[in-house]
């Protein structure tokens, strides 16, 4: 069982959740946010760690062959998440695009998790 990511995935499927909080704060209270003092320092924040989870991610699929988890799906879910910890600040993304994306970062990272944890 690879710790590591497993420890990355549950951070993402929190930031995760932290990013369906903002998107229903922002289009409740459309009140934006400051770029330099919480997006970018957020968003960076996110990046950094996705970026790592993705690599872990390909080395584990490397030593692992998992049936329903595939290395285009590890990509696309990266790049969910890469624009999902952005456009959560702004109320005029499209909602049914937002949740979507959400909900299926989600869905792939508690996969993720539930094959990991099999492996143990």
């Known amino acids: 069982m690879d710790m590591k990511t497993i420890e990355l995935t549950e951070k993402l499927l929190h930031y995760n959740n932290l990013f369906l909080y903002h998107y ?3 289009r409740e209270n459309g009140i934006k946010q400051d770029f330099y003092h919480t997006i970018k320092p957020f968003v960076d924040e996110v990046e950094a760690l996705n970026n790592e989870w ?3 991610m390909e080395k584990w699929l490397g030593k692992n062959d998992p049936k329903h988890i595939h290395l285009k799906q ?6 969910h998440i890469k ?3 952005i456009q959560c600040f702004f109320p005029e993304t499209s909602k049914s695009r937002f949740l979507n994306s959400q ?3 989600e869905f792939f ?3 993720v998790l539930i094959e990991m944890k099999k492996d143990a």
């Open 54 to 56: 993705k690599i872990s």
């Open 24 to 26: 229903n704060e922002v």
């Open 103 to 105: 909900r299926t970062v």
């Open 74 to 79: 590890v990509e696309t879910t990266a790049e």
């Open 109 to 111: 990272l508690e996969d």
């Open 83 to 85: 624009n999902l910890a």
